[in-house]
């Protein structure tokens, strides 16, 4: 990763990511699903870590259909998880559009980061009770996937430990 930041004890918390470090785990994620023959029809972003990726692998995948999906874990002010809502929260959904063209779809839900695979696994299953497994075919990707993660996407570009990222877009 390009760049650490480090506490006053020397141990590394945050890991500024740089655009070739994007760039090559889009590539990655890409070149995965190109060898797999994956017929993607639709790409779902999570609003809003995943938004850029998902854009950048519509490109090198060819694929027009890009819908976006606010769903997330995490407090915007304490930047923690609430333990006590287990499935996150959605504030944007893709569930009508996505109805629109079924049976035989394959979407492929995109992120930045698979922290603890909370957000990523409850929009997996919520698809499936909606869809009906087997009615659409769900795959997923994240730039980077960490090691605590309970949920492991299908593509991903990158595995990391525990550190916190900060990816080029959220540097403002």
Not at 126 to 155: E, N
């Amino acid at each position: 990763m390009s760049s650490d930041t480090q506490t006053s004890n020397g141990l590394d918390c945050k890991s500024m990511l740089s655009w070739d470090e994007i760039t090559e785990c889009c590539n990655i994620i890409a070149d995965k699903i190109s060898n797999d023959d994956l017929v993607i029809n639709s790409i779902v972003g999570l609003s809003r870590g995943g938004l850029v990726p998902a854009t950048i692998l519509a490109h090198k995948l060819k694929i027009r259909e890009v819908m976006v999906h606010g769903y997330h874990s995490y407090d915007d002010e304490t930047k923690k998880r609430d333990v006590s809502n287990v499935h996150g929260m959605m504030y944007q959904d893709v569930m009508y559009d996505l109805m629109k063209g079924l049976p035989g779809r394959n979407i492929l839900i995109v992120d930045d980061l698979c922290d603890e695979g909370v957000t990523m696994k409850g929009l997996v299953n919520r698809m499936y009770k909606k869809f009906h497994k087997g009615v659409v075919s769900i795959s997923t990707a994240a730039l980077y996937c960490k090691d605590r993660s309970v949920f492991v996407p299908d593509y991903t570009g990158n595995r990391c430990d525990n550190k916190w990222l900060v990816f080029p877009w959220e540097r403002t």
